[in-house]
């Protein structure tokens, strides 16, 4: 991949990414019956990839590894005519979204018996596995395949990222303590009672017992700690 590629596809890769956090938020927040979109505004969707961008460098990274990768070797592959190739795209991108989704409702009929972080991680490294396989096969269909195929890759590890991180939530192996005062009433999350996240206005907790979310006004909390 040059440099004039690169450039070409940051501003698309932006929009995706905004996409994709979206993505991840409304799919976490649904879990604890929060809908988000109440609660966040546009700006705020727009750079909630921030609080991922350790996870979404590292994801990046490896497409552009395994892009140029591509580069370098595609001449080696075989390059199919039109004809050829109008015949075979279509099944190309449909297996590749039946295998997609096979991965990840495997993970969440799974997820049902073990509610278990491992699960979603394993989906994860699963959904870029089949997406590292499928990039290198792609150029007999055409250059831009490869960039087309990240378009659902990104949502679907936007959603393994959101089952993962209610999974640590639900298996209770979030290990701080959050705490908030409110009118000189002290809140304190425990094993139960989970802080889940925050927007600019609003702070949410939610009860693994009662299975209830609360939500509280940023602007009635005088102080807030964080500690182990």
């Known amino acids: 991949m040059n440099l004039e590629k690169i450039k070409s596809v940051i501003p698309i890769l932006s929009l995706l990414i905004i996409f994709s956090s979206a993505i991840k938020l409304i799919t976490f927040y649904n879990k604890f ?8 505004n546009l700006s705020e969707f727009t750079f909630s990839f921030v609080d991922d961008i350790y996870s979404y460098a590292i994801a ?70 089949i997406f590292g396989v499928y990039v290198n096969f792609s150029t007999q269909y055409g250059t831009l395949t490869k960039y087309y195929l990240l378009i659902p890759t990104l949502f679907f590890y936007a959603y393994g990222q959101a089952k993962f991180d209610q999974s640590l939530i639900l298996e209770r192996k979030i290990g701080k303590t959050y705490s908030i005062v409110i009118d000189d009433k002290k809140i304190v999350s425990d094993e139960n009672f989970v802080f889940i996240g925050k927007t600019n206005d609003y702070t949410f907790f939610f009860d693994l017992i009662k299975n209830k979310a609360t939500i509280y006004n940023n602007s009635d909390i005088k102080l807030r700690t964080i500690s182990k």
């Open 33 to 40: 019956h929060v809908n988000i979109i109440d609660y966040m």
């Open 60 to 129: 990046i990274s490896f497409t552009f590894i395994l892009y140029f990768i591509d580069d370098f070797v595609n001449i080696k592959k075989k390059v199919l005519s039109d004809q050829e190739k109008k015949k075979k795209i279509k099944k190309f991108y449909v297996s590749f979204l039946i295998m997609s989704f096979a991965v990840i409702s495997i993970s969440n009929f799974l997820a049902i018996y073990f509610i278990n972080w491992i699960v979603y991680f394993i989906c994860i490294l699963g959904v870029l596995v």
